[in-house]
């Protein structure tokens, strides 16, 4: 869009300048687009920052931590799959399999609600996940009710 200048006329037609006219209201607009865009950067900045602060507590076996974390990120980005990829982590971590697998599959349902934001391939990593989480709680499951029997 050509940039009106101030002696312009005023392109809503008013027959006033732009000076006089709707120049200060389309600054105002232009200035909030721009700090909207700024914070919404850094929100995915913090957004990220937070994401990864889970990703290390969890690999310090910080669990606790990690899970209030991961907590506070589904809180604070209600709109993004982060904080269930992240709880995933964490019960994964403590061998909860199905409470892991539950998380991955609303990350799926994020992915599938906005295709636009996701690469494809990250469903299938997610539903190789699940699969194998499924296993892995079966197995133990099974291990479970054997030491039952024998105890
Ligand atoms: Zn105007």
């Not at 906005?114 to 499951?141: C, H, M, R, T, W």
């Amino acid at each position: 869009m050509p940039k009106t200048g101030r002696n312009d006329p005023c392109p809503c037609a008013s027959g006033k300048k732009y000076k006089h006219c709707c120049l200060d209201k389309d600054r105002a607009a232009d200035l909030s687009a721009a700090v909207r865009q700024r914070v919404a950067l850094q929100e995915s900045q913090a957004l990220d920052v937070a994401s990864n602060a889970v990703v290390d507590l969890v690999h310090d076996g910080r669990l606790d931590e990690a899970e209030q974390a991961a907590r506070e990120l589904l809180a604070r980005y209600p709109e993004v799959h982060d904080g269930y990829d992240r709880l995933g982590m964490v019960h994964e971590a403590r061998g909860q399999f199905r409470e892991a697998a539950e998380c991955y599959r609303k990350v799926i349902e994020f992915t599938r609600a906005n295709p636009e934001n996701y690469d494809p391939g990250l469903v299938d990593i997610f539903l190789e996940l699940i699969v194998k989480l499924e296993a892995s709680a079966a197995q133990a499951e099974c291990a479970l009710n054997d030491a039952d029997r024998s105890g």
